[in-house]
């Protein structure tokens, strides 16, 4: 049977898009001047809702750049930290791109990659400038970094990995005993990431260790630690070649 269709475009300054609705020809109700207009206002209102995404999308990007701008910043100098935040949230968007998680929430990985490393600036003292347990600079680093992310006003969906990235997989973690899929996978993947450069790129001023024994390490506490799943995604992902692995 044939079809009869209704467009109307989606304006802009210029058309952005264009709405198309089929009926059959020979059914009861045919397009009328009323059904345009409904569609008309269909069209105005998709217009208002895309550019609002198209809005947010560019402010998240641009908070990823200024967090990005602050990481080199602040590690210029620095042999052990010069370029890590940058490799974190590289690793971290890699790997996620491996396992086929959408482009919006690997920039939200990303984001949380960079507040994890500008909450560890002014960590290593406590309040009466006493050196600090690794413990207690763990647990001072994500306050830093929830405070930051509550500032800048980022998505609701970054605060969760930065909070929940001292979990473990078994949950032995903290600081709220999550365990498997209760941890978010953000935060899974960012103590993963952490841990591996961590071994590759010690802050301490050692020398790193080759790339097969930092995933020998993480195989030791997949399951326990990390996410079998991730540790397995890490292992396909770095074996291939990436810039994390330099």
């Known amino acids: 049977l044939s079809e009869s269709y209704l467009s109307v475009p989606l304006f802009e300054e210029d058309v952005v898009g264009v709405i198309t609705v089929s009926e059959r020809m020979g059914s009861p109700n045919h397009f009328t001047v009323g059904d345009r207009e409904v569609l008309n206002t269909l069209a105005e209102q998709a217009v208002i809702a895309l550019m609002n995404i198209q ?38 968007s890699g790997i996620a791109e491996s396992i086929r998680i959408d482009e919006h929430t690997r920039q939200n990985f990303q984001m949380a990659a960079f507040l994890h490393s500008l909450g560890t600036l002014g960590t290593g003292v406590g309040e009466n400038g006493e050196p600090l347990s690794a413990s207690e600079e763990s647990t001072k680093r994500v306050a830093m970094g929830i405070r930051m992310a509550r500032r800048m006003d980022l998505p609701d969906n970054v605060i969760p990995i930065i909070r929940d990235q001292l979990e473990h997989f078994d949950g032995s973690g903290g600081p709220r005993g999550l365990r498997g899929d209760e941890i978010p996978l953000g935060a899974r993947l960012l103590s993963l990431a952490e841990a591996y450069l961590g071994h590759i790129h010690p802050l301490n001023g050692s020398p790193g260790i080759t790339m097969e024994e930092a995933l020998a390490r993480l195989d030791e506490d997949s399951g326990n630690r990390f996410d079998p799943n991730l540790v397995e995604a890490i292992k396909a992902y770095v074996r291939k070649g990436p810039e994390a692995e330099d």
């Open 55 to 92: 809005y947010f999308e560019k402010q998240e990007r641009i908070a990823l750049k200024t967090m990005g701008t602050f990481e080199n910043l602040f590690e210029t100098g620095d042999p052990d930290k010069e370029g890590r935040s940058q490799k974190l949230a590289s690793l971290m």
